[in-house]
Nanobody, 114 residues
Framework: QVQLVESGGGLVQPGGSLRLSCAAS????????MAWYRQAPGKQRELVAT???????YADSVKGRFTISIDNAKNTVVYLQMNSLKPEDTAVYYC????????WGQGTQVTVSS
């Protein structure tokens, strides 16, 4: 069993930045592959970014603004650095593997509004 806990969300103005964290615990030694997803009200959950063995991929809507990374010291923590935030980035953000293997965490709310 692996538990995922997301944190770091909040209210930010358009153009602002946030860094989300995803901490994995339980039956896991280190993260090799992870992804960030988001779900806006009334919409399906969508894949935002993935990292696998150091290679990253991003949805077109966030490319150039978001960066996914793994904490080299804490091998079970993944970050999502979000810059130049837009109102359409408002959503609950979740982490999981690129093909979701684990139970979903509670997510962290990101609200971009002036």
């Amino acid at each position: 069993q692996v538990q995922l806990v997301e944190s770091g969300g909040g209210l930010v103005q358009p153009g602002g930045s946030l860094r989300l964290s995803c901490a994995a615990s339980g039956n896991i030694i280190r993260i090799v592959s992870m992804a960030w997803y988001r779900q806006a009200p009334g919409k399906q959950r969508e894949l935002v970014a993935t990292i696998t063995s150091g290679r990253t991929n991003y949805a077109d809507s966030v490319k150039g603004r978001f960066t996914i990374s793994i904490d080299n010291a804490k091998n079970t923590v993944v970050y999502l650095q979000m810059n130049s935030l837009k109102p359409e980035d408002t959503a609950v953000y979740y982490c999981n593997t690129p093909r979701p293997l684990y139970s979903w965490g509670q997510g962290t709310q990101v609200t971009v509004s002036s």
